[in-house]
DNA sequence: GAAGCGTGGTG
DNA sequence: TCACCAAGCTT
């Protein structure tokens, strides 16, 4: 596409943006940006690390209960660890809780409590890759960053009808992604490209009859728009195998354990049990354990079908692993969904 | 560079 | 039902 034109698309884009914005809490509409309104940066860190891989809908709820405990970041920095990593609970990749503390204190530690506003000192926080550093920066101060996500990945594929597969196409799409930015408002064009990528240049059916783009559109002129960008088809999920054990003490109390840091469900609260990949392990305590039921659940890359023992143990039990955590503290929302489907499975509150 | 890392919605 | 998918980062 000739320079010009790709100029002509961007400002489509943005007259589109300027009345289709979505409105969203950690957002400045483009009328307010106008005013020279700017947003939080904490905000905007906040929700960028909880949108990485995850959808608005899912992120909403966490968003408002975090800012409302937390509302800034030395708020956040102060923290305890459980209390932040049972506020995730539920909502996956739970490296991010990890790191977002993590960023929080070294924001409070080495810049003052300030967001730094340069992408490649955002870039060396914890927890903040290339696209979040370059999205904060151009969400949060304006300035001319490339801002790659997968929506733009797919719409750069699919205005340019790009036919190389993912992920190879990557570096090629970075350069028409670079193209496409304008140096005006390049904050509110990459919401933009989210925005368009998320209701109307969507994975499977885009409804490019709605699409501020369509008439610069390569793909659509072709009707390729639902194959592109390509993907390279991904291996078969293997089903692992798992067992838990789900002790309750005579006053009420729960065998808990903590989970370790690194891997899956890292730093998470858990019912004690055995690995997932054909390692044994022993109950927790002696017990008359029961067959409580059977979880089926899917992680990134596997299915897990996990079996739940239950007893109900004297007050005076001493077990192996864990600790038990009284009937008042325990809330299975502090439990990432793998362990509440487990706790569920046992039917009773 | 590839693998590991969650969950809920959807077609 | 089930495979695919979402505003990626870390190792």
């Not at 029961?290 to 023992?309: P, W, Y």
Request: with cysteine.
């Amino acid at each position: 596409m000739r320079d010009d034109r790709v100029m002509t698309a961007g400002v489509a884009l943005l007259a589109w943006y300027d009345r289709a914005a979505r409105v969203l809490p950690w957002r400045v509409s483009p009328g307010d940006r106008a005013l020279g309104v700017r947003p939080d940066p904490y905000r905007v860190w906040l929700s960028e690390v909880m949108l990485q891989q995850t959808t608005v809908a899912a992120v909403q709820g966490y968003f408002h209960r975090f800012t409302t405990r937390w509302p800034d970041v030395a708020a956040l920095a102060a923290a305890a660890d459980a209390e932040v990593m049972a506020e995730w609970a539920g909502l996956g990749y739970y490296a991010r809780a990890r790191n977002l503390l993590a960023c929080a204190r070294a924001v409070v530690a080495d810049h003052g409590g300030q967001f730094p506003s340069r992408r490649e000192a955002l870039q060396a926080l914890p927890g903040i890759g290339p696209y979040t550093a370059a999205a904060i920066a151009a969400i949060a101060h304006d300035a001319a960053e490339v801002v790659v996500d997968g929506n733009v990945e797919r719409v750069m594929a699919r205005l340019f009808a790009h036919p190389e597969p993912m992920p190879a196409a990557k570096p090629a799409l970075i350069g028409l992604a670079a193209q496409f930015t304008p140096r005006l408002r390049p904050g509110d064009h990459a919401q933009a490209v989210m925005d368009l990528g998320a209701t109307i240049c969507t994975p499977r059916n885009p409804t490019c009859p709605d699409c501020p783009l369509a008439e610069f559109c390569a793909a659509c002129a072709m009707g390729l728009q639902a194959e592109l960008p390509r993907k390279l088809a991904k291996p078969e999920k293997p089903i692992r195998q798992g067992v838990v054990w789900i002790a309750r003490r005579a006053d009420g109390a729960w065998l808990l354990e903590q989970r370790p840091e690194r891997g899956l469900l890292g730093g998470m609260l858990g019912w004690p049990g055995t690995g997932w990949d054909g390692s044994d392990a022993a109950p927790p305590l002696d017990a008359d354990w029961q067959a409580a039921g059977e979880v089926r659940h899917t992680f990134t890359h596997f299915h897990l079908t996990l079996t739940v023992l239950h007893a109900e143990t004297p007050q005076n039990a001493t077990p192996d692993r864990g600790c038990f955590l009284g009937a008042n503290a325990f809330r299975p929302a502090d439990l990432p969904t793998l362990m509440r489907k487990a706790h569920a499975a046992i039917g009773h509150s």
